[in-house]
């Protein structure tokens, strides 16, 4: 799915203001993934970089598969009473949300972690030097968890090969785990620096960073600090900023009839009379989506 020409010219002046670029979700669906796909490739193609497109979305690919994993994994926790900052038999319990929590089809959770509070966003921060994501949720982790993180992470960024990876983790035979160690080896192969690879907690959110520099000019938040420069690596956002005070990727809208949050593409805010005409005991004619009109269509 591109971008549609209207929805283009916006965004190029977002971006020559110099805007950042926000989608907000809960579940980690194809659409979502395609969202981020469109939207970093734009950026790339404005600062004329689509070669590091491939090695850049495999990475953040990895990342928010991660970021989806830890909502999953809070809300598994939340249903069975378990405290999730605590450490208590960790590994058996992270056994038993392994091969009990079915992640095949994620629109299926997305009301149950919706309620929960769950949120899985993605921010696109950009200039002629680089551009920047972070990929936040709202799931608490352990300090086990985020230890074994911190390792994992170290260990990949000083591979020269996946072969390290299976020595490192010998039982990971399916490599269901090997998705970042892939992508930083992708990263280091076209020159990237995967050092720019960095997550933090702040105010609750789990934050993972990542700085793709276009250019030897670019200086990383961590050699700002050391510069004594006034920056935080993982600033908080305000809310008027959470609320929407950037450029929205897509317009969205709640259906009365299946309580889903569509595309504006799919949604009606007034169903046209001819089609109210061919519709069979439809409950509303006002703000229904696309799919539960064609339930209620005579055929």
Known sequence: MEIELAKKERLIRGMELGKKIVLHGVV????????VENYLRFCLEYYQKTDILPPSLSLIYSLLEMAYKENCRNSYYMEKGWDPLSSESFTEREAEFETNWDFSDPLKLRNRLKEEGSVLRTTIHHSGSGVSLEI???????SEAEEALTEYLSRAKSYHDLSEYYEDYPFDEEGREIGIALAILQFKEIGL???????????????FRLEISFDWEYLSLRTKLENDEDV??????SQAEKDGETISPWKISVCKIC???VDDRIFFHTVPADVVAKA??????EEVC?????GYLKL
């Open 290 to 294: 696309a799919w539960c009109l064609s």
């Open 259 to 261: 309580g889903r949050t």
């Open 28 to 35: 980690l669906s194809q659409y979502y993934k395609s969202n």
């Open 232 to 237: 935080r690596p993982f600033r908080s956002h």
């Open 280 to 285: 069979k005991d439809l409950p509303f004619t």
């Open 136 to 142: 936040a949720n709202l799931a608490p982790i352990t």
């Open 193 to 207: 620096d995967p050092n720019l690879l960095r997550f933090d907690t702040v105010e609750g959110e789990h934050v």
